[in-house]
Nanobody, 122 residues
Framework: VYLVESGGELVQAGGSLRLSCEAS????????MGWFRQAPGKEREFVAA????????YYSDSVKGRFTISRDNAKNTVYLQMNSLQAEDTAVYYC????????????????WGHGTQVTVSS
């Protein structure tokens, strides 16, 4: 599956953004989807994940209560709504697809997008 992220931009602390990830090439509903991020000088970290049906979601502790992952299978798109953004959320955000399960480990994911930059100014 081919993934393209969009929606990243510069935003002030306390603001909101919605990231989108559009998938093509394979049956989108066969995949669990995840969002990960990587800040400069840091390792990639898990942000959120959602099952193929949308019935199961996981979040990292750092974003729980502020970010919401969702998907629209009719549009082959997964979203990440980010509220109350903080400077620590600054990173390149990647979406990823997993054929087997919804998980929190990047190594389990089969396909990755190229990322979209989110910058939060304080």
């Amino acid at each position: 599956v081919y993934l393209v992220e969009s929606g990243g931009e510069l935003v002030q602390a306390g603001g909101s953004l919605r990231l989108s990830c559009e998938a093509s090439g394979r049956t989108f509903t066969s995949y669990a989807m995840g969002w990960f991020r990587q800040a400069p000088g840091k390792e990639r970290e898990f942000v959120a994940a959602i099952s193929w049906s949308g019935g199961t979601t996981y979040y990292s502790d750092s974003v729980k209560g502020r970010f919401t992952i969702s998907r629209d299978n009719a549009k082959n798109t997964v979203y990440l709504q980010m509220n109350s953004l903080q400077a620590e959320d600054t990173a390149v955000y990647y979406c990823a697809a997993d054929r087997l399960r919804v998980g929190v480990h990047g190594g389990e994911y089969d396909s990755w997008g190229h990322g979209t930059q989110v910058t939060v100014s304080s």
